[in-house]
């Protein structure tokens, strides 16, 4: 599986919309790229999964460019609530590995 | 709809002994995965369980070792405990034939061995 890397922590404040972008450079034709978010003693909470161009649910939308090297998280509008680690990962069948992820803080 | 369960919660162990955690899935899913999550860490992959069988093991030794039930339920089993295998152990269910392969996570075992 392709190993993904993004950002180790980032800052925002509320009511803004933050983007979480994830390279995945040697992603394979059948994997998928997903979205997990996880709070503190808590088990990891899907958010989105895409394959190609633009995904969009009621909490996040995911972008995918054509070569799907990369892909960006938006999450709109966040609140306090959102403060947790997101992690990105590419998955293939049944295999899903998770990298470090990214800390994101909401400030008030 | 009940989701995927754990038990138990929390669990204080001793340097050397055995532990077995288990995992319920999510009501119609087959496929039982799981993982290690040390503080501060993301989660990896222990081993995979569908049709009772291990289908994939991540990088982990022979000391962990896992079941699975007909009834699609899972046992994780740690032997000789060492201090590092302090974590929280995740389960997470899924449905084999998805393609989208959507996980869905149980809340953990929160083990410290001392």
């Known amino acids: 599986l392709a190993k993904t890397t993004q950002p180790i922590s980032m800052d925002s404040y509320e009511g803004q919309e933050v983007n979480i972008t994830c390279s995945h450079n040697?992603?394979?034709?059948?994997?998928?790229i997903t979205w997990y978010q996880q709070f503190p003693s808590q088990g990891p909470r899907f958010i989105i999964q895409?394959?190609?161009t633009k995904v969009t649910n009621e909490v996040a939308s995911l972008f995918i460019p054509a070569d799907r090297k990369s892909s960006t998280l938006s999450l709109p509008r966040v609140s306090l609530s959102d403060t947790a680690v997101y992690y990105c990962?590419?998955?293939?069948?049944?295999?899903?590995?998770f990298g470090a992820g990214t800390r994101l803080t909401v400030k008030p | 709809d009940a989701g995927v369960t754990q038990s138990p919660t929390h669990l204080i162990k001793t340097r050397g002994q055995q532990v077995t955690l288990r995992c319920s899935p999510k009501?119609?899913?087959?496929?039982v995965s799981w993982y290690q999550q040390a503080l501060g860490q993301g989660p990896q992959f222990i081993f995979q369980?569908?049709?009772?069988?291990?289908?994939q093991r991540g990088n982990f030794p022979d000391r962990f070792s896992g079941h699975q039930f007909p009834n699609y339920s899972s046992e994780l089993n740690v032997n000789a405990l060492l201090l590092g295998d302090s974590a929280l152990y995740l389960c997470?269910?899924?449905?084999?034939?998805?393609?989208?392969?959507?996980?869905?996570f149980g809340p953990g075992t929160r083990l410290t061995v001392t």
């Open positions: 895409g394959y190609k």
């Open positions: 997470a269910s899924s449905l084999y034939r998805d393609t989208s392969y959507e996980q869905y």
């Open positions: 990962l590419v998955n293939r069948n049944n295999d899903m590995r």
């Open positions: 040697n992603i394979a034709t059948n994997d998928y």
């Open positions: 009501s119609g899913h087959d496929t």
């Open positions: 369980y569908y049709e009772e069988e291990e289908r």
